[in-house]
T-cell receptor, first 116, second 111 residues
Framework: DAGVIQSPRHEVTEMGQEVTLRCKPI?????LFWYRQTMMRGLELLIY????????DSGMPEDRFSAKMPNASFSTLKIQPSEPRDSAVYFC??????????????FGPGTRLTVL | AQSVTQLGSHVSVSEGALVLLRCNYS??????LFWYVQYPNQGLQLLLK??????LVKGINGFEAEFKKSETSFHLTKPSAHMSDAAEYFC?????????FGTGTRLTIIP
């Protein structure tokens, strides 16, 4: 299996620009998670989907952030407009949820975002 | 609400020595607990998880962790450290449908 695929791996942009991060989960997984990692705040869950439906977006920082999952094979996290404080590593993870909470989340390699 | 506390943001051990990384949890329900490892510039990889089947959990790369309810702990150990163990380690607790991560412990191996 190819694992969770994220693109791009690195993104450098200027303040005010729109940024789109992409994620392809592991085939067969039905849950998808977006995390952000910074030195100051550690790993934070931004949003997660179950069967392509957003379940909890309480971690999304503000309206500038949005996430979609149009199908089981693809998700995007968009920041518009971007700000320097959005600079972080963004991880996508996926899992197969079968009814309990013991499923393992598999993480992608991350996208390192730098907003100048 | 669930939370985990990792004691020690940095731990250094000599190659061949015992590795002990500490994690204490807080949970209002029987917890599911996880240890993940992150190598530089990579995503997180599952080391092991506790799902109430057995209190001593064995994971990959020779790591194991013991769930102790009386101490609300889930410490990670490895009998003999290897240079390749240098990484950041995260403890996490599952509550509802979310994983809540600790702040991480950076493990350095001294040759």
């Amino acid at each position: 299996d190819a694992g969770v695929i994220q693109s791009p791996r690195h993104e450098v942009t200027e303040m005010g620009q729109e940024v789109t991060l992409r994620c392809k989960p592991i085939s067969g997984h039905n849950s998808l998670f977006w995390y952000r990692q910074t030195m100051m705040r550690g790993l934070e869950l931004l949003i997660y989907f179950n069967n392509n439906v957003p379940i909890d977006d309480s971690g999304m920082p503000e309206d500038r952030f949005s996430a979609k999952m149009p199908n089981a094979s693809f998700s995007t996290l968009k920041i518009q407009p971007s700000e320097p404080r959005d600079s972080a590593v963004y991880f996508c993870a996926s899992s197969f949820r079968s009814g309990d909470s013991t499923d393992t989340q598999y993480f992608g390699p991350g996208t390192r975002l730098t907003v100048l | 609400a669930q939370s985990v506390t990792q004691l020690g943001s940095h731990v250094s051990v000599s190659e061949g020595a015992l590795v002990l990384l500490r994690c204490n949890y807080s949970s209002s329900v029987p917890p599911y607990l996880f240890w993940y490892v992150q190598y530089p510039n990579q995503g997180l990889q599952l080391l092991l998880k506790y799902t109430s089947a057995a209190t001593l959990v064995k994971g990959i790369n020779g790591f194991e962790a013991e769930f102790k309810k009386s101490e609300t702990s889930f410490h990670l150990t490895k009998p003999s450290a290897h240079m390749s163990d240098a990484a950041e380690y995260f403890c996490a607790v599952r509550g509802n449908e979310k994983l809540t991560f600790g702040t991480g412990t950076r493990l350095t191996i001294i040759p």
